[in-house]
C-alpha cells in the first residue's frame, strides 16, 4: 500500500507541475523580437548599438510615482472631422508607463454619425467595447479554418461585445447622432492593423500583380486604390 500511496502522490506532483509550467512561448509586445547573440553589439549599457526588448525595460522601483500610472483626458471628446469620421485615443504603456507588464490597455472611439472605425486587427489582444452613446453596428470574422465566418451586432447604450484576439472586426456608427465607446484590450501594447491602409498603402507598396491575383480584379482597380490617401484614425 506505501507503494500505491508514494504512486499516486507522485503522479499528483507531476500533473501539478505540468499544470505550472507553460510549453509556449511568450506574447510578443511588439511585431518582432529578433533575437541577440552578441551582447557586445547591443546598445544603453552594452555598447553603442542598439537592444530591443519583448517589452520595456523596468524603470527603478525607487522612482516610481504615481503619475506612472495615470492618464488624464479621456471624458473630452476627439475631433472626427475626417474621411472615417471616427479618432480611436489609445492608453497603452506608451502613455501610462506602469501598464507595462501588466497586459491591459484602454481606448476611446468617438465617431461622427455614419462614422467608421474600419477593419482591422490587433495582433496581440482581445477587445471588449462598451458603448456610452450612441448606436453601434459592429462585427467580427472568424478564421479561414472557420469559414470567414461574420457575426455582427447592433449596441445601444450600455451594450458590451467582445471581440477574439487577432480576428479583423470592425465599428460603424449606424445612428444620426455622435457615438462613443470604450475599449479594453488584453495587452499593454496590442498592436492594430488597419486592413485596407496596410494592404493599399503599404511602404512601399505591394507588387499590384499580387494584389489583382489576390483579389481577382483588373490591375487598373489595385492602381486606383494604391494612389487613394489611406486615412489613420488612431
Given at each position: 500500500?506505501?507503494?500505491?500511496?508514494?504512486?499516486?502522490?507522485?503522479?499528483?506532483?507531476?500533473?501539478?507541475?505540468?499544470?505550472?509550467?507553460?510549453?509556449?512561448?511568450?506574447?510578443?509586445?511588439?511585431?518582432f523580437?529578433?533575437a541577440l547573440?552578441?551582447?557586445?553589439?547591443?546598445?544603453?549599457?552594452?555598447?553603442?548599438?542598439?537592444?530591443?526588448?519583448?517589452?520595456?525595460?523596468?524603470?527603478?522601483?525607487?522612482?516610481?510615482?504615481?503619475?506612472d500610472?495615470?492618464?488624464?483626458?479621456?471624458?473630452?471628446?476627439?475631433?472626427?472631422?475626417?474621411?472615417?469620421?471616427?479618432?480611436?485615443?489609445?492608453?497603452?504603456?506608451?502613455?501610462?508607463?506602469?501598464?507595462n507588464?501588466?497586459?491591459?490597455?484602454?481606448?476611446?472611439?468617438?465617431?461622427?454619425?455614419?462614422?467608421?472605425?474600419?477593419?482591422?486587427?490587433?495582433?496581440?489582444?482581445?477587445?471588449f467595447?462598451v458603448?456610452?452613446?450612441?448606436?453601434?453596428?459592429?462585427?467580427?470574422?472568424?478564421?479561414?479554418?472557420?469559414?470567414?465566418r461574420?457575426?455582427?451586432?447592433?449596441?445601444?447604450?450600455?451594450?458590451?461585445?467582445?471581440?477574439?484576439?487577432?480576428?479583423i472586426?470592425?465599428?460603424?456608427?449606424?445612428?444620426?447622432?455622435?457615438?462613443?465607446?470604450?475599449?479594453?484590450?488584453?495587452?499593454?501594447?496590442?498592436?492594430?492593423?488597419?486592413?485596407?491602409?496596410?494592404v493599399?498603402?503599404?511602404?512601399?507598396?505591394?507588387?499590384?500583380d499580387?494584389?489583382?491575383?489576390?483579389?481577382?480584379?483588373?490591375?487598373?482597380?489595385v492602381?486606383?486604390l494604391q494612389?487613394?490617401?489611406?486615412?489613420?484614425?488612431?
Amino acid at each position: 500500500m506505501k507503494g500505491v500511496h508514494f504512486l499516486i502522490s507522485t503522479l499528483a506532483i507531476l500533473a501539478s507541475a505540468t499544470f505550472l509550467v507553460s510549453a509556449s512561448d511568450p506574447s510578443p509586445l511588439q511585431d518582432f523580437c529578433v533575437a541577440l547573440d552578441d551582447t557586445k553589439s547591443a546598445g544603453g549599457y552594452f555598447g553603442a548599438g542598439a537592444v530591443f526588448v519583448n517589452g520595456k525595460f523596468c524603470k527603478d522601483p525607487k522612482l516610481v510615482n504615481a503619475n506612472d500610472f495615470f492618464f488624464s483626458g479621456l471624458q473630452n471628446p476627439r475631433n472626427t472631422q475626417n474621411p472615417l469620421g471616427s479618432n480611436v485615443t489609445t492608453v497603452n504603456v506608451d502613455q501610462i508607463a506602469g501598464l507595462n507588464t501588466l497586459g491591459i490597455s484602454l481606448t476611446r472611439i468617438d465617431f461622427a454619425p455614419n462614422g467608421l472605425n474600419p477593419p482591422h486587427t490587433h495582433p496581440r489582444a482581445s477587445e471588449f467595447l462598451v458603448v456610452l452613446e450612441g448606436t453601434l453596428y459592429v462585427g467580427f470574422v472568424t478564421s479561414n479554418g472557420d469559414g470567414n465566418r461574420l457575426f455582427t451586432k447592433v449596441l445601444n447604450k450600455g451594450d458590451v461585445f467582445v471581440f477574439p484576439i487577432g480576428l479583423i472586426h470592425f465599428q460603424f456608427n449606424v445612428g444620426h447622432v455622435n457615438a462613443v465607446a470604450f475599449a479594453g484590450l488584453s495587452s499593454q501594447n496590442p498592436g492594430v492593423i488597419t486592413i485596407a491602409n496596410a494592404v493599399f498603402g503599404s511602404k512601399p507598396l505591394i507588387n499590384p500583380d499580387v494584389l489583382a491575383k489576390a483579389f481577382q480584379v483588373d490591375n487598373n482597380v489595385v492602381d486606383y486604390l494604391q494612389k487613394q490617401f489611406w486615412y489613420d484614425n488612431n
